[in-house]
């Protein structure tokens, strides 16, 4: 014990360490606030983006302009690397799992953050996980991009309860006179890892198209990739398979022997994105928008094997079942819909109406089942996993009432539904990619609905109150599981249905200290519904079988936060002290399904609490030292841990462990130059420690396949306009070429370059 709280001062120093930093940075800086506002989250660009609404959370902000001029952006998601606190698990470029990470949950944790575009949910909460759980980030265009808000915490009762680790609102543009650019981006990867050591190119192509014509705004924007990965995974095992030579020596995330003998998910993806905006101005302040967004992805992936048959010499898989599974081929075809009415005129009075609807129309990964004993090859048989059908509809209405100067009153309805359907098949060929026999199946669906209500009140000069409560109802129906034996019989069980209803109040203060000074306390109590895929998904990864659970309690989630901001023309900074208690937080374990039985599975199961406790420090700095120079950055430390967990059937112990995939330590640090008006750089480093991928935190070896390590990775980027038409960038991600793991072979070196024109 007082190791640890060694430890923690230590920590604690360190952080007060950076506060002092990085307030001498805006020490200098002037102070210009008036300390009468109502702070309100405002509107740019997209007239029907959002409604004027008083936050009741912290509020970290990047626009169109600083990333064009800082961040290499190949993917929509690129334009987080440098937010507080946060991390997006992108493995490759056109990545389709790239999960957001926040500073209370880590990776896996997809249904515990909501990202939004114009109101409109990106985030696929039919599952809490890697897979299909990650945002539909390709649904917006880098190109559209006007400003991004990042909230932090579940203290609005605007936002479900999936908003305990952070609420992404994207603001689109539209145009406002005719406009049309192409972009082309070239990127390249240099990969060096046991036995494979190659360059991996990408090649994406843009297309912009906009126009207003009278009261109708049009903007159209597509995409095509064609990307190439590192490889995504590796093959281990603890023996030298039969008849062969060959492979790496090596062990894995907890130290046992697990020698690499090749490599998979070598990954060719060719993808194409399409999506159509209007905007339709029915009277002053009131307009009508629909989008259509459709993507496409083909894709396949390839294995390397390190090994030799004893007998002739030649490269063979060894009789290796990974080299079946890690060969696939995905075709997806995704339909998106949203529609909205909105009023936000001059009138005390805006509301706004949306719907959305997201389709997996088609989305199937077929691959052999075995491979050719002693050769290179597979045997024709295989499996078609399917997600045709999968897909959610969500409806929203809010009113947004501006009472008097100091006092607004918002209030909204919510309903959603969520719906999983993914058999797997298998057939006599898989590379025609047709079902055949059902082999498995998890499907269900979950429904929601919500009214909620906020009042913010300037109590008096210098305070502020937002006061709010969610009230929701959810229930999950319809489950069924279905798994062939190894006899090759199909047992199938309907699962019971399970429903509860919550409140979840909402309460911040906000004192203005003096100009330019802020102290917000915020408080908050969420409930996280569990996903279907959570209730209902079976999946097969390799060895490991992971079961559904349908019985599970929703997360009860409890959070504070303290923050200091100090707002200034050409300065900032802030610090934050927040707080998180979980009851029934759902994590995967490892356990016995069967009472008395020695197999076990991986499954998701009630946490009976989890506690996150921790400091972020953001800062930013213009004109620093050289009017042309900016510096900006941020730290965050989080002690997050496991308080009691009486499910857990390990040998070690969980109580006071960390919790998975949650470092202690995250940082970012970006400087950029302006050279002239035409050209600009940036020189960016980004930071995360070790982090744990076990709730017994007995996964210790670094640099090892499934293991997570810690990274200080350092980009850099220049962008330069040559006229009015053509324009430039050049950059490097992992500049100092670091190899790190997490989970999976993270990229390496990669360079890029792009050349727009536009007009």
């Known amino acids: 014990m007082k190791l640890h709280q060694t430890h923690l001062n230590t920590r604690l120093s360190l952080i007060a360490l950076s506060v002092l930093s990085a307030l001498s940075v805006c020490v200098s800086a002037e102070e210009s606030a008036d300390p009468q506002r109502v702070d309100t989250i405002s509107i740019s660009g997209n007239p029907n983006a959002a409604l004027p609404q008083a936050r009741a959370q912290t509020v970290q902000q990047t626009d169109a302009r600083t990333i064009a001029e800082t961040v290499n952006v190949l993917d929509t998601e690129d334009a987080l690397k440098y937010m507080p606190s946060l991390f997006v698990r992108k493995r490759n470029a056109g990545d389709t799992q790239p999960v957001l990470a926040t500073r209370t949950w880590g990776v896996n944790s997809s249904a515990r953050s909501l990202v939004y575009a114009d109101g409109v949910l990106l985030t696929a909460l039919v599952a809490n996980n890697n897979t299909i759980g990650a945002p539909r980030w390709g649904m917006i265009a880098p190109e559209e991009i006007d400003r991004i808000d990042v909230m932090y915490g579940p203290f609005s009762a605007a936002y479900a309860g999936n908003s305990m680790g952070a609420v992404v609102d994207i603001k689109t543009r539209l145009p406002e006179q005719f406009e049309a650019s192409i972009n082309q981006t070239l990127a390249s990867q240099s990969f060096s890892q046991y036995g494979v050591s190659d360059h991996y190119l990408t090649s994406q192509t843009a297309f912009h198209l906009g126009h207003k014509l009278g009261d109708l705004a049009i903007r159209v924007d597509a995409n095509h990739q064609d990307s190439h990965s590192q490889p995504l995974s590796y093959l281990t095992a603890a023996s030298q398979p039969t008849g062969s030579t060959g492979g790496y020596a090596d062990v894995n995330k907890l130290g046992q022997v697990a020698n690499v003998y090749g490599a998979s998910g070598l990954l060719h993806t060719r993808m194409d994105t399409v999506k159509a905006a209007f905007d339709y101005l029915l009277a002053p302040g009131t307009h009508l928008a629909y989008t259509l967004g459709y993507w496409h992805n083909d894709a396949d992936a390839g294995t390397q094997s390190f090994l030799q048959s004893k007998t002739t010499g030649q490269p063979t898989y060894a009789n290796v079942a990974g080299f079946a599974s890690g060969t696939y081929g995905l075709d997806q075809q995704h339909v998106m819909h949203s529609a909205s009415l909105s009023h936000n005129g001059t009138s005390d009075l805006a509301w706004e109406l949306v719907a959305t609807s997201y389709d997996m129309k088609h989305d199937r990964q077929t691959s052999p089942s075995a491979v050719v004993t002693g050769t290179t090859q597979f045997q024709p048989a295989g499996k078609v996993a399917a997600y045709d059908g999968t897909g959610w509809q969500t409806a929203d209405g809010k009113v947004v009432w501006k009472l008097s100067p100091a006092h607004e009153l918002s209030a909204g309805v919510h309903t959603d539904r969520y719906t999983l359907k993914n058999p797997t098949y298998t057939n006599a060929s898989w590379q025609d990619g047709q079902p055949s026999t059902l082999f498995s199946n998890g499907e269900g669906r979950t429904v929601t609905s919500a009214l909620w209500i906020q009042d913010a009140w300037r109590i008096q000069p210098g305070l502020r109150a937002v006061m709010g409560l969610r009230e929701e109802w959810w229930r999950a129906e319809n489950g069924v599981n279905a798994s062939t034996s190894s006899a090759g019989k199909l047992t199938s069980v309907n699962q019971p249905g399970v429903d509860a209803a919550h409140a979840s109040p909402k309460l911040a203060l906000e004192w203005s200290l003096s100009p330019g000074t802020q102290l917000t306390a915020s408080f908050g109590r969420a409930w996280r519904f569990p996903t279907v895929g959570e209730l209902y998904q079976l999946v097969s990864t390799g060895t490991t079988f992971t079961a559904p659970n349908p019985n599970l309690k929703p997360e009860a989630v409890t959070a504070a936060e303290l923050a200091w901001r100090y707002q200034s023309d050409d300065a900032s900074l802030r610090v934050s002290l927040f707080d998180e208690s979980v009851r029934d937080a759902l994590i995967s374990q490892t356990a016995t399904l069967v009472p008395g039985s020695s197999q076990t599975y991986s499954y998701v199961m009630n946490v009976d609490k989890t506690h996150t406790q921790g400091v972020e420090v953001a800062f930013e700095r213009q004109h620093l030292i050289w009017q042309a120079f900016s510096l900006s950055g941020s730290v965050t430390w989080a002690d997050a841990r496991t308080v009691s967990d009486p499910s857990w059937a390990g040998t070690t112990t969980v109580v006071d462990k960390r919790l998975p995939y949650v470092p202690t ?95």
């Open 665 to 759: 330590w995250r940082a970012t640090l970006l400087g950029s130059w302006r050279f002239n008006e035409n050209t600009t750089g940036s020189l960016g480093i980004r930071y995360s420690g070790q982090q744990y991928s076990t709730l017994d935190n007995t996964d210790v070896a670094n640099g090892v396949f499934g293991g997570f390590d810690s990274f200080l990775v350092a980009d850099a980027h220049v962008q330069y306009k040559l006229d009015k038409h053509w324009s430039g960038t050049a950059g490097v991600d992992n500049l100092a070429n670091r190899k790190f793991i997490l989970y999976h072979p993270f990229p390496q070196r990669t360079v890029f370059g792009s050349v727009k024109y536009g007009f």
